[in-house]
């Protein structure tokens, strides 16, 4: 099992950027695919983006595509999300998740750990 603690999240103007942050707990956290995902109010929550246990294989979502980058660092247990080019359209939790499936989930239930949100807030 593995616990996940996002940070970084916050309030920006549209065109800023934010760094997220996922750590997780545990020494196996290069067995797991992780990924990126969001809710906004009212809405269901979507896939963001999606990275391999080593981090040779990503995805994202179209509307993400070009500017966020999502990576990882195996030795610090931790995944991260740049996020470029801020639109108010991004504005939702953001949560990190874990699967212990080989391939990166391209939605959430093909995940099995989740972390309890950080806030991203962008205003126009």
């Known amino acids: 099992q593995v616990q996940l603690v996002e940070s970084g999240g916050g309030l920006v103007q549209a065109g800023g950027s934010l760094r997220l942050s996922c750590a997780a707990s545990g020494r196996t956290f290069s067995i797991y695919t992780m990924g990126w995902f969001r809710q906004a109010p009212g809405k269901e929550r979507e896939t963001v983006a999606a990275?391999?246990?080593?981090?040779?294989?990503?995805y994202y979502a179209d509307s993400v595509k070009g500017r966020f980058t999502i990576s990882r660092d195996n030795a610090k247990n931790t995944v991260y999300m740049q996020m470029n080019s801020l639109k108010p359209e991004d504005t939702a939790v953001y949560y990190c998740?874990?699967?212990?499936?080989?391939?990166?989930?391209?939605?959430?239930?093909?995940?099995?750990?989740w972390g309890q949100g950080t806030q991203v807030t962008v205003s126009s």
């Open positions: 998740a874990a699967s212990r499936s080989p391939v990166p989930g391209r939605t959430p239930p093909e995940y099995d750990y």
């Open positions: 990275i391999s246990r080593s981090g040779g294989t990503t």
